[in-house]
């Protein structure tokens, strides 16, 4: 990364989580000035060189020392929705430049276009950034493929069988570094300013197939066993939120016998191909190892 280095600080969101953690530790090891923001005073996760700020999204007065004397700012927002207005004046009082992880909610394909409170959410965010005006770049990941983290590598450490719904379902996953590496690009690099960026991976794969590379990586079998949509939905129950499990259900069905959307925006930002799902399976088996 080459930024225009911005003397000011760049104040990240989301900082403890996945996408923001990565943009923070890309940001710092570049000689960016980055300050995360966190909840927690004990701030777990949050990388070397880097000045923790505690605030909540929720309590926007909370967040007024964390921006003081920023140049920009990556919004995650994982929030309830009713602080947003409040959140983004503050926002946009405080930093010439935004940078915000929202979602393709607005791509024309079946995948994205399925009814989806976290859309809504982001659809927002966006608006109020729009009317509050500070130079604005929205990054929407298509489907992360950490996201097979959270979804199978239980069931694979511990059965060696994914029990899954909507196989044939195909997505293009998004490497998470990809993602954090554009969002980083485009918080210190100028020229992104009204950027609206769809960020998918290079290649288009059924969630049988993603399976498959998985266990490609680990050198063994890994069965699929195919899931009718109520079958998931009792053995997600109680453990996964059902809004969460009816959206999925119906972004998989809605594409089955399309194939997966497929952008060249990784490539466009960062002149290098995006990470295949094989590159990150191979990055990520010990997890699967556990
Ligand atoms: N999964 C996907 O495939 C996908 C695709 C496209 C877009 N997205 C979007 O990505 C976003 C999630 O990103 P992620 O997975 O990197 O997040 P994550 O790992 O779930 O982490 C959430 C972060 O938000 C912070 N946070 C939560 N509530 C907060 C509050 N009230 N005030 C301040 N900080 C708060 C947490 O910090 P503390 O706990 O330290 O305070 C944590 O750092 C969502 O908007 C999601 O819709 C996901």
Redesign the pocket.
Known sequence: MTPSAPAAPVLV?????????AVAALLASAGVRVRA????AD?PAVPANVEVAT????EPESLDAALDGVGAVFL????PPTTVPAVVDRLAAHARRVVF???PHRTPHPFFQQPNP?ATL?ADIERYLAAAGPETTII?????AS?ALFWWADAIRTRGVVRWPYGAAETAPVDDRDVAAVAARTLVEDGHAGGDYVLTGPEVLSQVEQVGVIADALGRRVDFRELSPDEFRHETEGSWPRPVVEMLLAAWGATIGQPAYVTPTVADVLGAPPRTFRQWAADHTAEFEG
């Open positions: 969101t989301g900082a403890t989580g996945r996408i923001g953690g923001l966190t909840r927690r701030a605030g909540d999204l929720t995650v927002w994982t929030a992880l929202s979602s976290v982001h929407r990941p298509g489907m992360l996201n």
